[in-house]
């Protein structure tokens, strides 16, 4: 995994932002996968800002996004779907039809969960996948013991999570328990994965996840196994991590290979730096 840490979330926004406007400049008609939560807010953020300022075009974008809690509808304040529009999609030019969230009232989950994952099949697969990390160490709403190679289903939250959440519903008893998630294994066939973490209620779980053994007990740790995934952290989501030296040189490297000023015999054969 290639570990950036930057100095605040605002930093770390900002770079994860310059990430997706990238491969929507290189690639207009790609396709994102999309998270809900505080973490990516800023990030949205930014590319709304971007859009309006420079002229970033999501007309031809695809999105889906990770998961739905289960008996909200798509109008429900809470819904991940409403969270998309009012964060994003209100403020970009993104074509309604290209956007995907579960539906948290399907009349039948299965089918549901199969048309889902059929349909990014169908659109080519996920670009690039924005994460966000829970404090018990999940992707998506793939709680801990998660199936590792587990697809687009239902899952029961964890009373950590239905914690977390309780602060969006106004209590804990109003937090739904079921959600509609993409499984781990769905997330790992992405092309390309930004895990975001910001705050020190993180740090655990990003050492975890980064420096910690592959297990189904931290779904995120799962990401070790994909071949290109960039973690973006603040400082204080970091602390725990012990190679931190070593992550800073990769990218003050990374930098030079970028900017051509590899030391190598001949530049066309500088090395890009794999996590
Ligand atoms: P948060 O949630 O961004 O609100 O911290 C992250 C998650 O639970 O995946």
């Given at each position: 995994m290639r570990v950036i840490i930057e100095i605040d979330s605002e930093a770390a926004s900002r770079r994860a932002a310059k990430f997706v406007a990238d491969l929507v400049r290189k690639k207009p008609d790609c396709v994102l996968g999309l998270a809900t939560g505080s973490t990516p807010l800023a990030t949205y953020r930014e590319l709304i800002r971007l859009h309006r300022e420079e002229a970033l075009d999501f007309s031809q974008?695809?999105?889906f996004n990770l998961d739905e809690y289960v008996g909200l509808s798509s109008i429900h304040p809470q819904s991940y779907?409403?969270?998309m529009q009012i964060n994003l999609f209100d403020h970009i030019n993104i074509n309604p039809d290209l956007t995907n969230v579960p539906d948290g009232r399907a009349l039948d989950f299965e089918a549901h969960c199969r048309q889902y994952e059929q349909r990014i099949k169908d659109a080519g697969g996920i670009d690039l996948q924005i994460l966000g990390?829970?404090?018990?160490?999940h992707i998506a709403f793939n709680e801990p013991g998660s199936s590792l190679g587990s697809r687009t289903r239902?899952?029961?939250l964890t009373s950590e999570t239905i914690r977390d959440n309780a602060r969006f519903f106004g209590g804990e008893d109003k937090v739904p328990r079921l959600a509609v998630t993409m499984g781990v294994g769905t997330i790992l066939e992405s092309r390309?994965?930004?895990?975001l973490a910001f705050g020190a209620h993180k740090a655990m779980a990003v050492k975890e996840t980064?420096?910690?053994p592959v297990t189904a007990q931290v779904t995120a740790s799962a990401l070790q196994l994909h071949r290109e995934v960039i973690g973006v952290f603040d400082e204080a989501a970091a602390r725990l991590?012990?190679?931190r030296?070593?992550?800073?040189?990769?990218e003050k490297a990374q930098t030079l290979v970028e900017s051509g000023h590899f030391p190598s015999p001949s530049p066309s054969s500088a090395p890009s730096l794999k996590p």
């Open positions: 974008i695809t999105t779907r409403q969270f990390i829970g404090s018990d160490g239902l899952k029961s390309r994965c930004i895990l980064v420096e910690g991590l012990v190679r030296d070593y992550y800073a040189d990769v």
